[in-house]
């Protein structure tokens, strides 16, 4: 498959409530495959499904009927992180990658039914990124276009990611399956504020991370290092030792991070060097649903 034609499967494990006919099992009764139980006419009030055995059990001479579950849509959403360190370039641009997912999600939304929206976020919610869930075909096309065209202005407006705790408001009521992309290079106390805020709704962040952050040039000298979140630099003599702490420390954050979302209720999965829509298919499959 071509970037041009990629797109994200995915797969949710609770019913959905939207009223709206869509692919996902439902909580709402309608005309679907999957029986629900019987009821009174005066509650179904769908002659059609009439049910003679109940009816004729009922003492009352009431007439039951059939009750079926549709079949529904859900909202997907993807929250951004646009703070300065996603403007790293290593292996790969995070800007390109975050675009290109949000082309292949939104165009496994629109194959499924499902309404897709954007939202991005450095030291506040970007609201003239604001993309509200919508069934355009053409939605991911836009917001990676958008993306795009902020990375060639250059510098991030803030460095800070704070706007990914304010995106609670701009989020659709219902239950969502929201998509958090981000390098996580701010405060754990930021992130899990974020896993509660949007505890309602089913999470998966997905970590853009980098081997050349793991793993420095090389091993032995005098190398710039900078912070990737206030893009401060700082002259440091590398040895061996500091570059095995520097890995080290990186793979806890990670390690830490999973756990805080796995403690939330949310999935965490890391695209190293790149993005593996497969892979990221799988971890819905794996788990099954609709």
Not at 48 to 75: C, K, M, N, T
Not at 190 to 208: C, D, I, R
Not at 219 to 236: I, K, S, T
Request: hydrophobic fraction near 45%; include cysteine; proline fraction near 4%.
């Amino acid at each position: 498959m071509t970037r041009a034609a990629e797109e994200l499967a995915y797969r949710i494990r609770w019913r959905a409530a939207d009223v709206h006919p869509g692919s996902h099992r439902s909580r709402v009764a309608g005309s679907g495959e999957e029986f629900r139980g019987v009821v009174p006419l005066a509650v179904g009030r769908d002659a059609r499904r009439i049910d003679l055995r109940a009816s004729v059990a009922d003492p009352f001479g009431r007439p039951w009927v059939r009750e079926f579950r549709q079949r529904s849509r859900i909202p997907v959403v993807l929250l951004a992180d646009l703070s300065r360190s996603m403007r790293f370039t290593g292996s790969v641009e995070r800007f390109e990658l975050t675009a290109r997912f949000a082309r292949a999600l939104a165009r496994g939304a629109f194959r499924r039914g499902d309404p897709f929206g954007f939202i991005g976020c450095d030291g506040a919610v970007r609201r003239e990124l604001l993309l509200p869930p919508t069934l355009s075909r053409h939605a991911g096309e836009h917001v990676a276009r958008q993306l795009r065209d902020l990375a060639v202005q250059g510098a991030a407006r803030e460095a800070s990611a704070q706007g990914l705790v304010q995106a609670t408001r701009w989020l659709p009521r219902q239950r969502s399956l929201v998509f958090v992309v981000s390098d996580l290079y701010f405060d754990m106390a930021l992130f899990e504020k974020m896993l509660k805020q949007l505890a309602q709704h089913e999470v998966v962040v997905v970590l853009l991370a980098d081997s050349l952050e793991r793993a420095p040039p090389a091993r032995w000298g005098l190398v710039r290092l900078a912070d990737l979140e206030n893009a401060r630099e700082r002259l440091v003599f590398l040895h061996p030792g500091l570059a095995d702490r520097l890995a080290a420390a990186q793979q806890a954050r990670h390690a830490g991070a999973a756990q805080m979302a796995r403690r939330h209720g949310a999935s965490l999965l890391v695209a190293q060097d790149g993005l593996n829509l497969a892979a990221l298919a799988r971890h819905f499959l794996a788990r099954g649903g609709t």
